[in-house]
Structures are given as C-alpha cells and as structure tokens.
C-alpha cells in the first residue's frame, strides 16, 4: 500500500471523494483519521486524538478496536466473508436472527437481512405495502407519519422524512405523496392523542402503514417524545386496519434506557426496522423483522414471496460480527452503564441552559442535546469541540452527543464541556 502523507490525502480527497451530505468534492476539509480504538479517534495528522462524542452515528456502542468483535470479524473470515444468501444459508445469519427475534418486542418473528438502515426501511414499506396487495387492498399504500422525522436516505424513506426544512425538501413533489400527522408535543396532550385518532381514521382506507422513530426523533431534530404516543397510535392502527411500523435505527439497541425504544410504551409494532449499532458499528447491516400475521398476509399474494433480494443480504462477516455485538451487549449491565452516562450528561449539560442563544437542554439515556435558537455555526461549533478533545458533528440548530457505552465518567465530563463550548461559539 503506497503511503501517502496526510497533505497528498487531503489533496486526493478533495478532489475525487464525495462525504455525506458533502458539497462537490473540492470543498471541503475533513479530518483524516489513522485509527480508532475505545473510544478515541487518532488523528493522522499528529495533532492526537479526540474522545469520539458521536459512537460514529450512533453505531459504535462498543468502541473501536474491540477484542471481542474483532475476534468475531477475524473467525468468521477465516471461513467465509460472503456467500449468496438465494437458496443458501449459514450459521452466522440463523444465529442473528434467533438473537434479534428473542429480545425484541414479543411476536416480532421473521427477520430480513439488509444492508443499511434505508434499505430496511425500504424493505419495511414493502412488507406493508405488499401485505395489503396480498389481501386484496392495493388502494393500502400510502403511509402516515408525523412531522420532523428522518428516515434515511433512498427513495421511500425520504418520502416519511421531514417535509419542511428537512433533508430532503430539494425532492418535494417528486416523492411518493405521504400523509403528514403533526409532530408530537413535549409532553402527553391528549388534544394531541386525539388529532393523532383522527388522522389515522381519516387516511386508514389509503395507509398500508404508521411509520415513526418511536420516543426520539434523531436526524429530524433530535426531539423526545411521550411514549404514551405510541399507545395511541397502536390503538388507532388496530381499530382501522393500518399497520404500524417502529423505525428503531437510530433508538435499538440500549440508547434511550431501554433495550428498544417501544419498551418505554409496551408496544409490539408490526414491522421493526434495527441498524446502526446491530454490528456495533463495524460493519453496514440492518434487520427489519416483522411479526407472523405480516409474513402469512405476504404468503397469501399472488406474489407469495417478499419481493426483495439485495446482493450483499444475510452477509456472514457482518452477521457474525452482528451477533458478537448483540452478545457483548446483552452479557454485560449495559443499563447501568446507559444511567451513568445519562447521569453524566445531565449533570455536564446543566451549565448550558444557562448560555446566551441556547433554547433547550435535553437529556434522555445516552443522547445529549443543546438546541440553540439560531442555526449552528457548523465550523466554529466543531472547531470549539476538537480544541477541548472531543469530535463532535454539530447539525441545524443542534449540538448534540451520544457517544459509545464503554465512555468512562471522565471522558463523558469532557464531551459535556464539549458540547458547552460548541454552544458557546457555534
Ligand atoms: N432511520 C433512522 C431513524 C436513522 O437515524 C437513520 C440514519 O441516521 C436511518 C434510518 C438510515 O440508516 P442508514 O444511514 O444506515 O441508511
């Protein structure tokens, strides 16, 4: 491999490499990273390493350069990286799938193997969607969410992103039309429960589905809401025949304090959508699973099958590493460790609420958030974060946090006055 200094990579990147939401390349100035381990970012440029505040977009619970997954990841290519998943099977994806179905949400019983986060909600949406055919109500093919969400970035997920301001607005008229519900308010309303009522009766014979980010709402603007919500809408969904889906990308796996956000409701969903952390963010795998009345509805179709089979699906590498991920996470008190934090944060976060420019300071498991009452000087934000040690992505009008579990009470002091110092310049 020719080495190449952190100038000629720079220099490389900004000339061919497209970043997330990135401009043309050439305009941009990234951070080269060397290498991770715990839960520190080495910088190639000698300059040191930051505490990692972000776990990598929620994925990363573990810290980089775990033993334990690494091992897993090492095993499993030793014996097979990939292999077709049409008419083949394998130990890794059978064991992910018995450990996903055992610790979710009671009658969640089939699990799709995808490749992200957006393809498991594109497979969602085509579960609802196809079940509804299957039963002879082609009409059942709109969905209903509320306002404020994210949902990913392929087609039918942007169609349930937020529709105003959001990330996807550039694609406002040529999207799947979908119904909008307000987005919840701070605390339970029951005028709100009843406008939630209404508009799922109202749309039922249209909506194949309800699809939300149950209790946060995380790329859309990092809001809390009541669980009870969830309440509400699974009654309506079962009085007038919609099937609701639960978008636990971001939320699965501990983040909020429960092993997945609609524990804080009991309430079963009909359709799961889980990525992010599932490989404990070493490898791109998502899981949508969904109970046996969706799976025997598909079966009854013309088409009795579930029309989707993408190329890298039930990959053992990521499956095996998946199932490592689940296993470390499940073996340890991660609740504890979930309450520290959360401890942490508030108590770190509290001296921001009294900022000039900052609107609210909220803490929920391990996620932090200042929200400003202006749009965040992005640079300025994240420069304020590294000078204090810590690597941060600022977004909208939000500084925010969620780092990985194993962050120790220091580092966790140290992110919080990341983000206070970010509030502070951004
Ligand atoms: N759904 C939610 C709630 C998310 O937060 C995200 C990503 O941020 C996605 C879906 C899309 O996942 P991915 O980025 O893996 O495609």
Redesign the pocket.
Known sequence: MPERSVAELLELDRRHVWHPYGPVPGRQEPLVVESASGVRLRLADGSGELVDGMSS??SAIHGYNHPVLNEAARGQLERMSHVMFGGLTHEPAVRLAKLLVDMSPDGLEHVFLAD????S?EVAVKMCLQYWRSLGRPEKRRLLTWRGG????TWQ?MSVCDPEGGMHELWSGVLPRQVFADAPPAGYEEEYAEHLRSTVERHAGELAAVIV?PVVQ??GGMRFHSPAYLRVLREACDAHGVLLVF?E??TGFGRTGALFAAEHAAVTPDVM?V??ALTGGYL?M?ATLCTARVAEGISRGEVPVLAHGPTFMGNPLAAAVACASVELLLGQDWRAEVERIEAGLREGLAPAAGLSGVRDVRVLGAIGVVQLDHAVDMRAATEAAVREGVWLRPFRDLIYTMPPYVTGDADVARIARAVCAAAKEG
Do not use: F, L, N, R
């Open positions: 977009w929620w992200s986060g957006s393809v909600v994210y949902h990913g970035d997920p980010e995380g790329a978008d990308i971001a959508c990525g992010k791109t998502a």
